[in-house]
């Protein structure tokens, strides 16, 4: 059972809009574990070279890259299990696969497929 599922990726035009969601199969994840959205842009196809976006910590606590600082605000609705992404004024360089990852102990240990965001101008 895949333990993590985004899903809100697409197409969109510079300057356009896209929310990510990261389903959690279990109640624990998002309520414990650090949670992050991570991006690996075309050209890196290893999976170290993966650029960490956003994380939230489990009381809330928030932060971001600087390339998407004022852009990108990561939340959790811990009722859902659920991890959102919500994107603004993109710009291309921000075409990447979007995957969702949980850390920070040896329970929280899991990432998602990723879903893919193309901005195009």
């Known amino acids: 059972q895949r333990q993590l599922v985004e899903s809100g990726g697409g197409s969109v035009k510079a300057g356009g809009s896209l929310k990510l969601s990261c389903q959690a199969a279990a109640g624990h994840i998002t309520s414990t574990c650090q949670m992050g959205w991570y991006r690996q842009a075309p050209d890196n196809e290893r999976e170290n070279e993966r650029e960490?976006?956003?994380?939230?910590?489990?009381?809330?606590?928030?932060s971001y890259a600087d390339s998407v600082k004022g852009r990108f605000t990561i939340a959790q609705d811990n009722a859902k299990n659920t991890l959102y992404l919500e994107m603004n004024n993109l710009k291309t360089e921000d075409t990447a696969v979007y995957y969702c990852?949980?850390?920070?102990?040896?329970?929280?240990?899991?990432w998602g497929r990723g879903t893919q965001v193309t901005v195009s101008s």
């Open positions: 990852r949980a850390f920070g102990s040896a329970l929280c240990n899991y």
């Open positions: 960490l976006v956003a994380q939230i910590a489990p009381g809330g606590t928030s």
